[in-house]
């Protein structure tokens, strides 16, 4: 997203566009606009400030089709185009991914999609993520529209991550905020037995990074909580059980009930959320019951994270600023 410092409160209004924080910590409905329409630049300005404040920002009743999904997101900063995708993606549209593609991702290495899935998350906390957060450079915003949803399940949820760091303790937060951890591609993936297609793609597609612990927001100048449960692996300069214990603690930090919004999609839903300030965790609870789930996402290039110190995250392997 463009460089912006501003504030949005349940006040926040532009010619009957308004916000409705909808949790005291994440999440505003905004009610009163058209996201297919031409945008006056007032109006652009109140949903910027209401992402940066709420983290996440929902919009109902939308009738976006590909091209006003992408000049929509476009807005707010430059699409990523992503090297490559599956078959449910339109091709027209190159900045535009269907989440249905990751239901084709376990057949690709000889697996159902849910054997695939639960070898990946296989705790309760590893579900949680930023989108691409192994990259030097991960999204800055991510725009989800549904298109086809469940008539129940099948909602997502978001974590505050600078909320999460603010509720630490004094001590605890001047501890973290010195600390860096890596982010890679496939932490925690457990093999199976034998060949396994799937652990060959992750060795030889690794994509990782060194992050700070603590990020600086680059538009509120908030410290974030900068972790995950998807891609983070170590903690620098500790051991092993002193990295897990840290991880897990500020994981389900991260996710306290009070700092989470958990949505519930209806065909033409809209979601919009700062991917530098908030983890997410997709649904769980419709895979069995046979409905289907198609989303449409475009994110927003991003920046390099910043920590408290001023250091820059530094490229691992298989990633450079701005090459996707």
Same mark, same amino acid.
């Given at each position: 997203m463009t460089t912006h410092r501003a504030t949005a409160d349940q006040t926040d209004r532009v010619e009957g566009v308004a916000v409705r924080p909808v949790a005291g910590h994440i999440g505003a409905e905004i009610t009163g606009v058209d996201l297919a329409g031409p945008l006056d630049d007032s109006v *652009?300005?109140?949903?910027?400030?209401?992402?940066?404040?709420?983290?996440?920002? !929902?919009?109902?009743?939308? /009738?976006?089709?590909? +091209? %006003?999904?992408?000049? !929509?997101?476009?807005?707010? =900063? &430059?699409?990523? *185009?992503? =090297?490559?995708? =599956?078959?449910?993606?339109?091709? #027209?549209?190159? &900045?535009? /991914?269907?989440?249905?593609?990751?239901?084709?991702?376990g057949g690709r290495f000889g697996m159902e999609h849910e054997e695939w899935l639960r070898r990946r998350r296989h705790t309760l906390l590893r579900g949680w993520h930023c989108d691409h957060g192994a990259r030097i450079d991960p999204p800055a915003a991510t725009v989800l529209r549904a298109e086809t949803v469940p008539p129940y399940g099948g909602d997502t949820t978001w974590a505050n991550l600078a909320a999460a760091y603010a509720g630490l303790s004094a001590p605890v937060r001047a501890f973290v905020d010195g600390l860096r951890a890596e982010h890679r591609l496939g932490v925690g993936y457990q093999p199976r037995a034998g060949d396994d297609a799937y652990l060959r793609h992750l060795l030889d597609h690794q994509v990782a990074s060194v992050h700070p612990l603590v990020r600086v927001h680059p538009e509120t100048g908030e410290r974030v909580l900068f972790v995950n449960g998807y891609y983070v692996e170590q903690i620098a300069d500790v051991s092993r059980p002193e990295s897990? +214990?840290?991880?897990?603690?500020?994981l389900e930090q991260? *996710? %306290?009930? /009070?700092?989470? *919004?958990?949505?519930?999609? /209806?065909?033409?839903?809209? +979601?919009?959320? #700062?991917? %530098? +300030?908030?983890?997410?965790?997709?649904?769980? #609870?419709?895979?069995?019951? =046979? !409905?289907?789930?198609?989303?449409h996402r475009v994110m927003l290039a991003g920046d390099v994270p910043v920590g408290v110190d001023g250091r820059r995250s530094e490229a691992v392997t298989g990633t450079a600023v701005g090459r996707w």
């Open positions: *652009v300005a109140l949903i910027r400030r209401a992402v940066l404040r709420w983290k996440v920002v !929902f919009f109902r009743g939308q /009738e976006l089709d590909h +091209a %006003r999904h992408v000049a !929509f997101a476009r807005r707010f =900063g &430059e699409p990523v *185009v992503l =090297g490559r995708r =599956g078959s449910a993606s339109p091709e #027209d549209f190159p &900045e535009i /991914e269907t989440t249905a593609d990751r239901l084709e991702l897990a +214990a840290l991880l897990e603690m500020l991260a *996710v %306290r009930p /009070e700092y989470t *919004v958990r949505f519930r999609w /209806e065909p033409g839903s809209v +979601a919009f959320w #700062d991917n %530098r +300030a908030t983890i997410h965790l997709a649904p769980g #609870d419709n895979a069995h019951l =046979g !409905f289907p789930r198609i989303m």
